[in-house]
Nanobody, 115 residues
Framework: QVTVVESGGGLVQAGGSLRLSCAASGSILSFTAMAWYRQAPGKQRELVASTTRSGSTYYADSGKGRFTISRDNGKNTVYLQMNSLKSEDTAVYYC?????????WGQGTQVTVSS
């Protein structure tokens, strides 16, 4: 059974930074992609950033230039560095690990940006 656990959320002032971590129970190299999603109150869940096994990355427009996704294969961990945070970044952030057959979701970590 694969587990995905997020950490690093919290309360931060606008303009501040946070680094989220996502630890998988197995080798992240076994997954085709790892990604971060977020869901704000009253809104649909949206993709924030993703990274593939080969190292390719994708960023939603909302995070381009401010967010950086990275991975440490040795630690089976993916990170999301978030800088210049805005109030609209307030959401629950979820990490996913995707294989060819299914996607595993973490329980989420709350990020609250105060203005």
């Amino acid at each position: 059974q694969v587990t995905v656990v997020e950490s690093g959320g919290g309360l931060v002032q606008a303009g501040g930074s946070l680094r989220l971590s996502c630890a998988a129970s197995g080798s992240i190299l076994s997954f085709t992609a790892m990604a971060w999603y977020r869901q704000a109150p009253g809104k649909q869940r949206e993709l924030v950033a993703s990274t593939t096994r080969s190292g390719s990355t994708y960023y939603a427009d909302s995070g381009k230039g401010r967010f950086t996704i990275s991975r440490d294969n040795g630690k089976n961990t993916v990170y999301l560095q978030m800088n210049s945070l805005k109030s609209e970044d307030t959401a629950v952030y979820y990490c996913t690990a995707s294989s060819d057959f299914r996607t595993y979701w973490g329980q989420g970590t709350q990020v609250t940006v105060s203005s």
